[in-house]
Protein backbone atom coordinates (compact mmCIF):
# COMPACT_ATOMS: atom_id res chain seq x y z
CA UNK A 1 0.00 0.00 0.00
CA UNK A 2 1.28 3.70 -1.24
CA UNK A 3 2.05 5.94 2.05
CA UNK A 4 -0.42 8.50 2.64
CA UNK A 5 1.74 12.05 2.52
CA UNK A 6 0.56 15.10 4.37
CA UNK A 7 2.67 18.91 4.17
CA UNK A 8 1.89 20.83 7.29
CA UNK A 9 2.82 24.87 7.51
CA UNK A 10 3.84 26.18 10.36
CA UNK A 11 0.73 27.49 11.32
CA UNK A 12 -1.28 24.35 10.39
CA UNK A 13 -4.60 23.48 11.05
CA UNK A 14 -4.46 20.73 13.17
CA UNK A 15 -8.10 19.89 13.48
CA UNK A 16 -8.00 19.25 9.61
CA UNK A 17 -4.95 17.21 9.74
CA UNK A 18 -6.72 14.90 12.48
CA UNK A 19 -9.39 14.74 10.27
CA UNK A 20 -7.79 13.41 7.38
CA UNK A 21 -5.71 10.96 9.19
CA UNK A 22 -8.55 9.74 11.43
CA UNK A 23 -10.56 8.55 8.07
CA UNK A 24 -7.32 6.56 6.42
CA UNK A 25 -6.64 5.32 9.91
CA UNK A 26 -10.26 4.10 10.70
CA UNK A 27 -9.56 2.05 7.77
CA UNK A 28 -6.16 0.70 8.94
CA UNK A 29 -6.49 0.18 12.64
CA UNK A 30 -9.14 -1.22 15.49
CA UNK A 31 -10.84 1.92 16.72
CA UNK A 32 -10.00 1.94 19.95
CA UNK A 33 -6.27 2.52 18.90
CA UNK A 34 -6.80 5.23 16.35
CA UNK A 35 -7.33 7.91 19.05
CA UNK A 36 -3.81 7.05 20.16
CA UNK A 37 -2.22 7.04 16.81
CA UNK A 38 -3.87 10.70 16.63
CA UNK A 39 -2.09 11.63 19.66
CA UNK A 40 1.15 10.32 18.38
CA UNK A 41 0.91 12.42 15.10
CA UNK A 42 -0.37 15.48 16.80
CA UNK A 43 2.88 15.47 19.39
CA UNK A 44 5.35 14.35 16.26
CA UNK A 45 4.26 17.43 14.06
CA UNK A 46 3.96 19.95 17.42
CA UNK A 47 7.13 19.39 18.13
CA UNK A 48 8.41 20.13 14.15
CA UNK A 49 5.93 23.40 14.82
CA UNK A 50 7.44 24.45 18.12
CA UNK A 51 11.10 23.84 17.63
CA UNK A 52 11.75 24.46 14.09
CA UNK A 53 9.56 27.48 13.12
CA UNK A 54 8.71 25.43 9.60
CA UNK A 55 6.25 23.22 8.67
CA UNK A 56 7.15 19.35 7.42
CA UNK A 57 5.76 16.61 6.15
CA UNK A 58 3.61 13.91 7.56
CA UNK A 59 3.89 10.22 6.18
CA UNK A 60 1.70 7.70 6.93
CA UNK A 61 2.22 3.77 6.11
CA UNK A 62 0.56 0.73 6.57
CA UNK A 63 2.82 -2.45 7.50
CA UNK A 64 1.57 -5.87 8.06
CA UNK A 65 1.31 -5.21 11.95
CA UNK A 66 1.54 -1.55 12.61
CA UNK A 67 1.19 1.74 11.22
CA UNK A 68 4.42 3.84 10.78
CA UNK A 69 4.30 7.48 11.09
CA UNK A 70 7.02 9.40 10.06
CA UNK A 71 7.56 13.48 10.37
CA UNK A 72 9.90 15.16 8.25
CA UNK A 73 11.25 18.61 9.19
CA UNK A 74 14.35 21.04 8.20
CA UNK A 75 16.07 20.84 11.63
CA UNK A 76 19.49 18.72 12.07
CA UNK A 77 18.41 18.82 15.58
CA UNK A 78 17.72 15.05 17.36
CA UNK A 79 14.50 15.05 19.12
CA UNK A 80 16.04 14.68 23.38
CA UNK A 81 13.38 12.99 25.62
CA UNK A 82 13.41 15.06 29.06
CA UNK A 83 12.67 13.02 32.22
CA UNK A 84 9.84 14.04 34.27
CA UNK A 85 10.95 18.04 36.20
CA UNK A 86 7.70 19.48 37.81
CA UNK A 87 9.50 22.93 37.03
CA UNK A 88 9.10 22.16 33.35
CA UNK A 89 5.90 23.35 31.86
CA UNK A 90 6.17 21.20 28.84
CA UNK A 91 9.30 18.66 26.99
CA UNK A 92 6.48 15.56 27.64
CA UNK A 93 5.60 15.26 24.26
CA UNK A 94 8.13 12.28 23.50
CA UNK A 95 7.31 10.20 26.92
CA UNK A 96 3.92 10.21 25.50
CA UNK A 97 4.80 8.92 22.32
CA UNK A 98 7.24 6.34 23.64
CA UNK A 99 4.43 5.33 25.95
CA UNK A 100 1.51 4.56 22.89
CA UNK A 101 3.98 3.52 20.88
CA UNK A 102 5.50 0.01 19.94
CA UNK A 103 8.80 1.58 19.08
CA UNK A 104 10.13 5.32 18.14
CA UNK A 105 13.16 7.03 16.69
CA UNK A 106 15.17 9.59 14.70
CA UNK A 107 17.30 9.38 12.29
CA UNK A 108 19.04 12.17 9.84
CA UNK A 109 18.08 13.26 6.28
CA UNK A 110 19.13 15.39 3.60
CA UNK A 111 17.21 18.00 4.40
CA UNK A 112 16.77 17.91 8.55
CA UNK A 113 15.73 14.75 10.28
CA UNK A 114 12.80 12.29 10.22
CA UNK A 115 10.80 11.43 13.16
CA UNK A 116 9.23 7.93 13.38
CA UNK A 117 7.01 6.10 15.26
CA UNK A 118 5.31 2.28 14.89
CA UNK A 119 1.70 2.00 16.58
CA UNK A 120 0.14 -1.54 16.64
CA UNK A 121 -2.80 -2.29 14.05
CA UNK A 122 -4.41 -4.16 16.86
CA UNK A 123 -4.36 -5.00 20.86
CA UNK A 124 -3.33 -8.16 19.53
CA UNK A 125 -0.52 -6.76 17.78
CA UNK A 126 1.40 -4.56 20.30
Do not use: C
Amino acid sequence: MDPLRLSFAHRTDYAALRQYARQILGQWQTPELVDDTLLVITELVENVVQHTGNGGELVLLRRDDAVRIEVTDTSFELPRVYGPDPRRIGGRGLLLVAALTRAWGARPSDHGKIVWADVPLSEQTG
